[in-house]
């Protein structure tokens, strides 16, 4: 099992700024990949970055790239995400999910951060 913990979320206005942060405890062993994903209201839940855990590739969703920074942390198993330049649009709840080894999909999951963007 793999344990999730996140954290960073809030308020900000436009334009600016937050860190959102998630750890990874447990069988980190197992980890191929993490990844934010975020859900708004009436919206589907969609990926925004992810960082492959051996060779550090990264993608990152059309919206938020040139905004959005993801990076890790490898002797913590932490990811973080770099949210530079927000907008009321990136309003969400903003999950961490590892994609484990030999696996299909993300499996593992945190209970997600509120992002809120006031104009």
């Known amino acids: 099992q793999v344990q999730l913990g996140e954290s960073g979320g809030g308020l900000v206005q436009a334009g600016g700024s937050l860190r959102l942060s998630c750890a990874a405890s447990g069988r980190t062993f197992l980890i191929y990949a993490m990844a934010w994903f975020r859900q708004a209201p009436g919206k589907e839940r969609e990926l925004v970055a992810s960082?492959?855990?051996?060779?550090?590739?990264?993608y990152y969703a059309d919206s938020v790239k040139g905004r959005f920074t993801i990076s890790r942390e490898n002797a913590k198993y932490t990811v973080y995400l770099q949210m530079n330049s927000l907008k009321p649009e990136d309003t969400a709840v903003y999950y961490c999910?590892?994609?484990?080894?030999?696996?299909?999909?993300?499996?593992?999951w945190g209970q997600g951060t509120q992002v809120t963007v006031s104009s």
């Open positions: 999910a590892v994609h484990p080894i030999g696996g299909d999909k993300y499996t593992y």
């Open positions: 960082k492959r855990w051996s060779g550090g590739s990264t």
